[in-house]
């Protein structure tokens, strides 16, 4: 499968996973709880998924990192990002505290995505179409 497939499958996966998100009936403040933690780890998952990335240009051998940073820290600071807003979604901000905590989920989408930014990047400009990226 060509890289460009992949990439467009990838995408289509993650906005339809987005879109039945925000479809889902709320439960109510069962999820509350969740929110605390996930808005501290995504900005710091953020900056080292971007300092990861960032660092594939620089590694000797960066083919190794190429898989943890796509498949798990990328993602993870994009998802704990977005999970925060969507247990928030739909609600009146009245406590300084849930500004502050989706402030943070923001920041970690934004490091998030300069992350998948600087690793395709990486991929575009350091390989040749057609090799095996990530083995």
């Known amino acids: 499968m060509r890289l460009t497939i992949q990439v467009v499958a990838s995408a289509a996966l993650v906005m339809a996973v987005l879109w039945g998100m925000w479809r889902l009936p709320r439960r ?3 999820l509350f709880d969740w929110a605390p933690p996930m808005a501290l780890i995504s900005p710091w ?3 080292l998924a971007l300092v990861t990335s960032v660092l594939l240009w620089v590694l000797p051998y960066p083919d190794r990192w190429v ?3 796509f498949l ?3 993602p993870g600071a994009i998802a704990t990002g977005v999970l925060v807003l ?3 979604r739909g609600r009146v901000h009245t406590s ?3 500004d502050s905590q989706c402030l943070q989920a923001k920041v970690g989408i934004a490091l998030g995505m300069l992350a998948i930014v600087a ?3 990486y991929v575009m ?3 040749s179409p057609g090799t095996a990226v990530g083995t």
């Open 45 to 47: 998952a953020g900056v």
């Open 86 to 88: 969507w247990i928030y």
């Open 28 to 30: 109510g403040e069962a």
């Open 119 to 121: 690793g395709y990047l």
């Open 125 to 127: 400009w350091s390989k």
């Open 72 to 74: 798990l820290l990328d």
């Open 96 to 98: 300084p505290t849930i």
């Open 67 to 69: 898989s943890l940073t």
